[in-house]
């Protein structure tokens, strides 16, 4: 990697390289989703300003219960997307079909096993997801 | 005279000027017709200017026209709709021309993209070109949403796509040269069946006005798509391989990460849009825009999830944005077509700020995939945040823009019973939070330190990503100005209590669905490839057939030749075992052979004789 050596001085350390700090970030989205998850029983009570048949009939509990099973759908329907669709970087200039082993930037964005901060920084991090929730 | 100039005319004049300028002189003319452009806007404004015919009361002003075989062509037709989209483009303009102030400067200082093999990376030596071609293109964009005929609207429409091919080019690499050529290509495709379909249209109802023609399309009460429905299938058809429809979707995914970092802000500024805009005029209420719509919102979700170059990523979902228009204005209500053209207002400017800190990526960096980057926040925090921002916005988190624009799509469909496409479009904003919303900002900024190490980018960068994020806030928290200029009348308000708790409930639960999905494996990393689309068609499959077509040809060329070559050349022999110098019937010519012969047909003539 090509790094420029005084700048590198200067930020060696970032605030996502302290795990006690992501894991306090991870808590307060817990807490985040665990309150909009209670604000269900507040909806129930009020008035629906925009009549909206669909909702009555599926019930309640449907945007978060939606949400959380639309980004498993699409990511367990993206993968078996990606092993019939998948092809080498220089495909079109001619290369044919995808090959890991001759993948050398491929790098793991996730670990499985790893704790939330904990060892691997920035693995797993939500920092983006805290922060656009506020 | 301002107040009644065609906008076009201020930009095509200040390319002249540009062209012809450097330095100091040239950055206050790139700033200030964007500006000045404005006002002459607000001037036109000034006049009671109306909704479109096709719904509510029409208040037109038509300011210039011209005489063309018989046909009148109007240069500048203003009324709320393309005025909405001219104030638009000023603004993109003004702030793409500030993203791209430093060209010509030099390479930003503590950028590393120079290290990184690629020579020009940022576009840096055809500074000129890109400050020109994206002057005269905003112009084009101009010109065709204030065109009031469909003619001067084909005109614009080439203009558009001649003048933005420029801004790929200028990445001056061999990927970029082809990928200008495939994006001219299929421009200059989609406006020749614009003008067929106008030509077309005009021998059958005499007008070339530039208005609504969805009813051309059924022909007939019952929607067979009888031969009077040809020509506005046509324009349908132009319209949407601009507007990206499915499997015409590619050029976008192919040109936008093949342009400099400032070309595809322009990029992703204004051909798009004016196709949701000619759409909006001409195929309001059409239903099959609702799942054409519908299917552009679904299927791009899933590219994006595997995709690997960020800039790409965006591509999808620019298509995806786009879907959430076409839905609206197939959906046609007057608040699904405020909806879709609001959408389009906000549109450009979050996808323009999330571009433009890819671009500052690239331009500091060198790199724009997902492997390649990552820990960026250490040393680019100002960019991360600004990013961040547009992912909000573009997320439709309450109080960013799209919560403000893309509900009244939503609402819209709820309203007009369109249960279903409410479902897919639900799951679709889920997968907008998680290419957009999440793996841009993520896998850039945070995720893995790649070690890359750097500055923030030129100031002039960060100020016109700061408008920009300013603007995705204001319109989120002050949405009645953008309602205002709305085509149409409506009663909406975005604001209640349930709205923002519900949109609140599916984004952090979809987040909370990303984080179980890293932390369980699941999943799937960024890998160092392409994934095939429909463009496998016209970049592989295409080329292939006819390759191979032509090495069949040649082979049964070959084979034909060889083969009557080998016939003739055993004739020839026989030929010459008889006739030749040894030859049975040579070798006592011509004496014997007259003989011979005059035997042979006295005994013919003999049978003859006898027989008959």
New interface residues.
């Given amino acids: 990697m090509s790094e420029h050596g005084h700048h590198e001085v200067k930020s060696p350390v970032g605030w996502m390289d302290r795990p006690a700090k992501v894991k306090r970030l991870f808590m307060l989205f817990y807490a985040i989703c665990a309150a909009l998850f209670l604000s269900e029983f507040v909806l129930m009570g009020t008035e629906n300003l925009h009549p909206h048949p669909l909702e009555e009939r599926m019930g309640f509990f449907v945007y978060p219960v939606y949400g959380f099973i639309s980004f498993w759908f699409l990511v367990l329907l993206a993968r078996p997307m990606r092993t019939l669709l998948i092809r080498s970087e220089d495909y079109y200039e001619g290369g044919g079909a995808y090959d890991p082993s001759s993948d050398p930037g491929h790098v793991s964005t996730h670990s499985p096993g790893s704790e939330e901060g904990m060892g691997h920084p920035g693995i797993g991090d939500p920092g983006s997801e805290v922060t656009d929730a506020r | 005279m301002l107040g009644s100039a065609p906008p076009f005319v201020l930009f095509f004049l200040g390319a002249i000027v540009v062209a012809l300028t450097k330095g100091t002189l040239r950055k206050s003319v790139l700033l200030s017709v964007p500006l000045l452009g404005l006002v002459n806007l607000f001037m036109t404004a000034g006049a009671d200017v109306g909704a479109p015919s096709a719904i509510g009361e029409s208040v037109t002003h038509v300011y210039l026209t011209l005489e063309l075989l018989g046909y009148e062509l109007q240069l500048y037709r203003a009324d709320k709709l393309s005025l909405l989209f001219g104030y638009l483009f000023h603004i993109a303009a003004f702030l793409g021309f500030i993203y791209a102030l430093h060209l010509g400067d030099g390479i930003p200082d503590?950028s590393?993209a120079s290290?990184?093999g690629e020579e020009d990376v940022v576009g840096n030596n055809s500074a000129g070109i890109q400050h020109v071609s994206a002057m005269l293109y905003a112009g084009s964009a101009l010109g065709a949403v204030f065109a009031g005929d469909f003619i001067t609207l084909f005109v614009f429409w080439e203009l558009l796509a001649i003048t933005s091919a420029f801004l790929v080019w200028a990445r001056n690499s061999d990927q970029s040269y082809a990928t200008g050529f495939r994006y001219l290509i299929i421009h200059v495709v989609s406006g020749v069946l614009l003008l067929s379909g106008a030509m077309m249209l005009a021998h059958q109802t005499g007008s070339i006005e530039f208005g609504h023609v969805a009813g051309e399309l059924h022909g007939d009460e019952n929607g067979g798509l009888a031969s009077a429905g040809l020509p506005a299938l046509l324009l349908l058809i132009a319209f949407g391989i601009k507007a990206g429809f499915p499997l015409a979707h590619n050029w976008i995914t192919d040109a936008y990460p093949a342009s400099t970092p400032t070309g595809t802000v322009f990029l992703s500024a204004f051909t798009t849009k004016v196709a949701v805009y000619a759409l909006a005029r001409s195929f309001g209420g059409l239903d099959e825009l609702i799942w054409i719509g519908t299917a552009m919102t679904f299927f791009p979700?899933?590219f994006a999830?595997?995709e690997n170059d960020l800039r790409r990523v965006l591509g999808y979902s620019m298509v995806n944005q786009i879907g959430f228009m076409v839905a609206g204005i197939g959906i046609g209500s007057a608040l699904a077509m405020n909806g879709a053209v609001a959408h389009a207002f906000a549109d450009v400017i979050f996808k323009g700020l999330l571009f433009m800190s890819m671009g500052a990526v690239m331009t500091m960096t060198g790199r724009t995939?997902?492997?390649?980057l990552?820990?960026l926040?250490?040393?680019m925090p100002l960019t991360a945040t600004l990013c961040?921002i547009g992912?909000?916005a573009i997320?439709a988190?309450p109080l960013f823009s799209a919560f403000v624009t893309k509900s009244m799509i939503m609402?819209a469909a709820?309203e007009e019973h369109h249960?279903i496409v409410?479902?897919f479009m639900?799951?679709a904003s889920?997968?907008v939070l998680?290419h957009a919303?999440?793996k841009i900002?993520?896998?850039a900024?945070?995720?893995?330190?790649?070690?890359?190490?750097?500055?923030e980018p030129p100031k002039n960068m960060l100020t016109a990503m700061s408008l920009g994020a300013v603007l995705c806030v204001l319109i989120g928290v002050f949405p009645g100005a953008l309602y205002s200029l709305l085509p149409f009348e409506m009663d909406y308000h975005p604001y209640?209590?349930?709205?923002v708790?519900?949109?609140?409930?599916?984004?952090?639960?979809?987040?909370?669905?990303?984080?179980?999905?890293?932390?369980?494996?699941?999943?799937?990393?960024?890998?160092?490839?392409?994934?095939?689309?429909a463009e496998v068609l016209y970049?592989?499959i295409g080329p292939l057939v006819v390759t191979s077509m032509g090495e069949l040809v040649g082979r049964v060329d070959n084979t034909v030749r060889t083969k009557v070559m080998d016939l003739l050349g055993s004739v020839l022999a026989g030929l010459s075992r008889i006739h030749g110098q040894v030859g049975l019937l040579a070798r006592s010519w011509p004496s014997g052979n007259m003989v011979f012969w005059v035997s042979l047909s006295l005994a013919v003539y003999l049978l003859f004789y006898l027989f008959f």
């Fill in positions: 503590g590393v290290e990184v979700i899933f999830v595997l995939k997902g492997t390649d990552g820990g926040y250490k040393t961040i992912a909000a997320s988190f609402v709820i249960y409410w479902l639900l799951f889920a997968g998680e919303g999440i900002p993520f896998f900024f945070f995720a893995h330190d790649s070690g890359i190490r750097t500055k209640d209590t349930r709205h708790l519900t949109q609140l409930q599916l984004l952090c639960f979809g987040a909370l669905g990303f984080i179980t999905l890293m932390k369980t494996g699941v999943y799937p990393d960024e890998k160092r490839a392409v994934h095939i689309d970049r592989k």
